[in-house]
């Protein structure tokens, strides 16, 4: 990124990031989820309405819940089980170890390459390794086997020798990576081996963003190479902090990009406007993580002419949400249920500790003629749909959704196209869609920042990795572009709700914290954020 693009309104973000990192010690609630992944809502009639100060602070609930939550740490993700991105759902698939701090994972990866240099590229390899999965990986351990078959298997030189020394002479990362992927698809292992020589001499995880980005990119093609790429998926995953140090890195993450806050923004909008005349209210959140999306909704309803709904929660738990929060939801339950009680608001939580893919209607608990809300937050791209399953519970749940008869359903998704693309294009899409999310992290976080590579380490790396390497059932990020969702939403019967002008206007005021970078457009009744016009995530509701 240009170094007259960084500026705008860097220092103030800077500034904002370093206010809140300074009161990250009695930080003791983060964000749940994806991208995880926010807080903040409006509605048209006078009846509810969200300061940006009530929705786009975590140190408002905090300050007026006046209850002691230091007792569970918590965390949240981007991409997605951040998520934002949120992070996967492992249940749903046949990889349901990814969190289980017992895995063990032993690499099939021995080395690059056959010519003198072999030592040295093993070397390279274990150092990029051990810097994703810390010095005690056993990433790579001593095998005689090679990726790319023994010596008389290799031609004298590519056939392309010439335009790949001027490719390599120009020394474009990108460009270099592209090419790499391509001969990996290609099965030209000489042309990988030479590249992959010549990258792992440029990429680096304390780099510019592409170079930081290149590196993580660069450990997929390799893991895809040795068919491992479902093992190194599962080791970052084990070899994540305790749950506090990640709940530290999420909540960086969280400060650092609007990604986040603008989902539950939007969301929490549309459901007060439709919900402002109910006496109770049912919320099926199908991902809750920890909760912190329904803080600022709860203020707002407790401000309601004529009294506050009754409200219940029914939350629908994550792998990664209960290792961070170190213990079930009857945690979320507990404080939800204490801060309502300070806001003088009825609620009652619901939990449902089984993964989303599992879920059948009984265990919702909806009562007839219940006014219902549905909340997808980054979450519905980590189901197995027809391509990956007979069952397709991507669009299941969206039937049994709808066989509930919801007042509205909230989707806050990534706006990226990687659940059935073949594996160049679906490089190609991760590399342009992480590489905006990259460079709008150098907007507000200094680059010399001692915790950055453990924020993109934690809460990125894996992603891209899985999306690279990992195919099948083990690959669980599978984003898919809104066309897509709309199909899918109209295939189970669902309409379009456009959202409120108002939540547009409250996610204005929201970036005006940030750099003039990001950009906001309404399209159809959808909201999308993105990166210098490069749709990141993007926010719908249905009826």
Partial sequence: MQESQKQGNAGGSRRLYYQRAQELESYTWPPSQTLDHNLCSDNRSQVTHFSSDQLCTLETFTAASGCPLQDSPSAL?????????????????????????????????????????????????????????????????????????????IPSEPENWKQMTEMIRRRDLKEMLIACAKAVDDNDLLTVEWLMSELRQ????????????????????????????????????????????????????YEVCPYFKFGYMSANGAIAEVMKDEDRIHIIDFQISQGIQWVTLIQALAARPGGPPQICITG?????????????????????????????????????????????????????????????????????DESVSIENHRDRLLRMVKSLSPKIVTLVEQESNTNTTPFLPRFLETLNYYLAIFESIDGTLPREHKERINVEQHCLAGEIVNIIACEGAERVERHELLGKWRSRFHMAGFVPYPLNSMVNATIKTLLENYSNNYTLEERDGTLYLGWMNKDIVVSCAWK
């Avoid at 080395?111 to 994703?132: A, F, H, P, Q, S």
């Avoid at 590196?215 to 084990?238: D, F, N, P, Q, T």
């Avoid at 629908?316 to 961070?324: E, F, L, N, T, V």
């Avoid at 619901?350 to 937050?377: C, K, R, T, W, Y």
């Fill in 77 to 153: 993700s981007f991409s997605a089980h951040g998520s934002p991105v949120s992070q996967p759902d492992s249940q749903s698939y046949t990889s349901d170890t990814l969190h289980s701090p017992d895995s063990t994972f032993i690499s099939a990866v021995s080395g690059i390459c056959l010519t003198d240099d072999d030592n040295e590229m093993r070397y390279k390899l274990r150092e990029l390794e051990t810097v994703m999965l810390g010095p005690d990986s056993n990433m790579l351990e001593a095998r005689d086997i090679s990726i790319l078959g023994g010596p008389n298997q």
């Fill in 316 to 384: 629908i738990d994550d792998s990664m949400s209960a290792y961070a929060r170190g213990g079930g939801l009857h945690i979320v339950g507990q404080r939800l249920t204490r801060f309502a009680e300070s806001c003088k608001v009825p609620l009652e939580f619901h939990a449902v500790p089984i993964s989303a893919s599992m879920l059948q209607v009984q265990d919702l608990g909806v009562q007839p003629g219940e006014p219902v809300v549905v909340n997808f937050p980054f979450v519905l791209h980590h189901m197995p």
């Fill in 202 to 253: 440029m990429v680096s995880v304390s780099g510019d963003p592409i170079q930081r980005l290149g590196a993580y990119m660069l450990e997929g093609l390799v893991a895809r190479l040795a068919s491992s790429g479902s093992a190194i998926y599962k080791a970052l995953k084990c070899k994540e902090p305790a749950g506090a140090e990640l709940l530290s890195y999420m909540h960086i993450l």
